[in-house]
């Protein structure tokens, strides 16, 4: 029984080490290709360019989910394995077509044993939205306020959006915030939800818009800052968008305010998404300077030596940069807490 054991474990660890190696040549590829487009030696036009890239990222992902089954689900696929027996017939490469198989069952909603790769609970979702839309004081008979524009929109074209998505778990909002104040957790708190009109939501989740601190954090103030360049953005009176929108301040019903470490962790997150496809350092004029300046004196948000290394793996910093980014000091070890949680957290934001 502990050959079969060790056995079993040999061959999930081997493809664990495979996995890693791949992701982390795709990671490599992309990293390259991205710097020398940005540095004008690729002659490809962007229409041959993009969907390349994209197709990596895909795979990025794909292998991302794979290495995070398996190393939280390494005991039950080893069991599983174990009880079938498959590498006594067929040999190492069945065995590992056949772990694919295995890991690819708890990718999907039926059989997700995390957040990360389970369906959301439609109830749930529905309960937060009206939690936030109150505690907003959003609602005005079919009509619901955008506190981005500070306009009302007809009710079916206003979202409550996440701050810290969904998918991220709550297990790791823990780690990374400690014990929630709301008794629905972190992520399902109103103080993580912001009405907003449908299109700033799905450029808030694009890592298009961030919000960040407005003046005085005892008034309670945000702006809005585009990341896209605002003079690519038509002019719109109904719905603001680029300049118009650029440098606005939200405007509130009443003394509600979401979290501002939440907040500042979507900032993080979006800026190091951008980093990804931008020249090396481009992060600096966002965190260093720019509209990281505002986030600077409030002190420190939540668990640093995870957004380290998330730094170093979503954004492609440098570990010297990635210390900088989340104010860490860079010799500091990783713990395997950190690394489960930011290969989670990770993952909920690959795309």
């Known amino acids: 029984m502990q050959k079969d054991r060790d056995t079993a474990e040999s061959f999930i660890e081997a493809l664990l080490q495979a996995k890693e190696k791949e992701l982390a040549a795709s990671e ?15 002659f490809v036009t962007r229409e041959t360019f993009q969907p390349e890239i994209e197709k990596l990222e895909r795979q990025i992902t794909a292998l ?44 999907t909603p039926e059989g997700a044993k995390l957040s990360l790769f389970a369906s959301r609970d439609p109830s749930a979702q529905e309960r937060f ?28 074209t206003v979202k409550t959006a996440h701050i810290v998505r969904y998918n991220v778990g709550e297990p790791s909002a823990w780690h990374l915030f400690g014990p929630p104040s709301d008794k629905d957790g972190h ?5 993580n939800g912001i009405p907003m009109y449908e299109m700033y939501e799905k450029a808030f989740d694009d890592a298009r818009l961030v919000i960040v601190p407005d003046g005085d954090q005892e008034r309670g103030c945000w702006k809005v800052y585009c990341l896209d360049d605002p003079a690519t953005h038509k002019p719109s009176k109904a719905v603001p968008f680029g300049r118009e929108l650029h440098g606005r301040s939200l405007q509130f019903r009443n003394s509600f305010r979401p979290s501002c470490r939440y907040l500042y962790f979507a900032f ?5 998404r951008r980093q990804r496809h931008e020249v090396p350092g481009w992060w600096r004029s966002c965190v260093v300077d720019g509209p990281g300046e505002a986030w600077a004196t ?32 860079p010799s500091k070890d990783e713990d395997e807490d950190d690394s489960l949680h930011s290969r989670l957290i990770e993952c909920a934001y690959a795309s």
């Open 28 to 42: 490599k590829a992309v990293a390259v290709l991205n710097r020398e487009r940005l540095a004008g030696n690729l």
């Open 268 to 272: 993080c997150m979006s800026i190091l």
């Open 187 to 191: 992520l399902m708190s109103d103080q």
């Open 298 to 329: 409030l002190g420190i948000y939540f668990h640093t030596s995870t957004l380290r290394i998330i730094s170093h793996r979503v954004g492609h910093l440098t570990k010297e940069e990635a210390a900088v980014f989340a104010a860490e000091n």
């Open 129 to 156: 939205r009206k939690k936030v839309l109150k505690a907003y004081d959003a609602v005005d008979t079919d009509m619901q306020w955008c506190v981005i524009s500070g306009k009302y929109f007809p009710a079916s």
């Open 64 to 107: 991302r989910g794979d290495t995070i089954v398996i190393r939280t689900s390494r005991h039950e696929l080893g069991g599983r394995l174990m009880d079938d027996m498959i590498w006594q017939k067929d040999g190492q490469n069945t065995d590992w077509a056949y772990l694919d198989l295995l890991i690819s069952r708890y990718k």
